[in-house]
């Protein structure tokens, strides 16, 4: 669903666009959560790579619009004063 598409046709008294339809299966992943708790459960890196590559949607990570994912890094850089420990990805790939 694009929210601020409907946010901006409200703001505007346009119409709403028409809602998408969704196909079953449809895989959605959030990197940066994704990886520790596959990683505790005892799965590969090579297969929850595999996973999480064949995921159709992924948060914060698109490589068409890729200023969220930098300004969410630049964001926990200067929020965590450059310490790499600060991110949970960095402490769970030191086991791979």
């Known amino acids: 669903m694009n929210i ?3 946010v901006y ?6 119409p709403r666009p028409a809602p998408a339809r969704l196909r079953a299966g449809l895989r959605w992943c959030r990197p940066w959560k994704d990886f520790p708790a596959a990683r505790e459960a ?3 890196l090579a297969s929850w790579t595999r996973w999480s590559l064949g995921c159709e ?4 990570l698109s490589l068409d619009d890729p200023l969220p994912f930098l300004r969410a890094t630049l964001y926990r850089l ?5 310490r790499r420990e600060a991110t949970g ?3 769970s790939a030191q086991g791979f």
Not at 57 to 60: G, L, P, Q, R
Not at 78 to 82: A, E, I, K, M, Q
């Open 4 to 6: 601020p598409a409907l």
């Open 9 to 14: 046709a409200d703001l505007t008294g346009r």
């Open 42 to 44: 005892g799965e590969s």
């Open 57 to 60: 949607a992924k948060s914060t």
């Open 78 to 82: 200067v929020r965590d004063g450059g």
């Open 89 to 91: 990805v960095w402490r």
